[in-house]
């Protein structure tokens, strides 16, 4: 997943920040490559466009070749980095909202995931049982460009930490306890904000496979 | 288990960390509930597209100008001969 630098053992790591020190471009260009991707989401759960995010990814990097002298060693190369993203972020100050307080779950991240009106209520013959089921799905759904576009419209209408939280597990395939560390949160907090932004993801999916016809008059 | 119940364990089934006795009671449901088996599926299908949206990264030019710096940077470390 990381492509040509496997910088995210740490042993490597050693060689890779005494590569960085001793000015080696190649590494330095491998490393852009291969990290970039993931800053710029997570500079994306911060700022308001990509053009600043990718501004904020850059001032990071600029930002980790003044510091990779004082780099101690303590966190793993990847995480201090992260921090380094998350604070330029920050200090760009774009929008008023200062920083996303991740620690906590606000009232976007809380309540059920599904419409309630889906599913009987207490009079109902089987209260809490579906009205009627999902629609099904066309069989292997592929991401073309239209699947793609709706699923990108779908993680932008994500709130900040829920899209932060699925693009690093399902886009970039960090493990849970990854993303626990790189955000600082609990468990449960992480695994509510992905289950929601998931299931915002899937219920845009829906919504598109039962799409009106005229979806598809109106694009011709 | 209620489906309105099922639909919000869904991602702790999947990273396995419902109690045995829950996951159990969610295996249950999914075999005797065709529409929480397909929501279920559904939420893979989801997972998976995530997993294949085309990697965002830098633009050339920033990348381009990173590279530049980098050259920069290494120049004023000094003692580098390059």
Redesign the interface.
Known sequence: MTGAVDADRRPDEQALVGALRA?D?QT??AL??AW??WM??LARGHVPS?AVA?EV??ES??AV??GVDKFRGEASLRTWVYRIVVNQAKRRGVRERRSIPFASLSEEDLG???D?ER?QSAGEP?????RQ??E??PEN?A?GRE??EV??TA?AELSPRQRVV?ALR??D?HS?DEVCELLDIS?GNQ?VL??RG??V??AH??QYFAGPVTRYEVSS | M????F??L???YL?G?LPDEQRLAFDEHMAL????D??LA??R???D???????????SP??E???N???Q??RT?GG?S?
């Open positions: 000015g471009e330095f260009a852009v490559d970039s991707a710029l989401r990509p990718e990814v850059q990097w600029l070749l003044q059920p995931t599904v309630p599913f089987h209260p809490g049982g579906w089921f999902p099904e799905w759904v991401l699947i793609r699923v990108t993680l699925v399902d886009l395939g849970a468990a695994r992905l289950h998931r299931a993801v899937r999916l829906e | 209620t489906c309105e119940e639909v919000e869904v991602t702790a990273e960390t509930c065709p529409g929480c397909r929501y559904q939420f299908t989801t997972i597209l995530l997993g294949e949206l085309p990697e965002e990264s830098l633009s920033a990348r100008s990173l590279l710096a980098f050259a940077w290494r470390m580098d390059s």
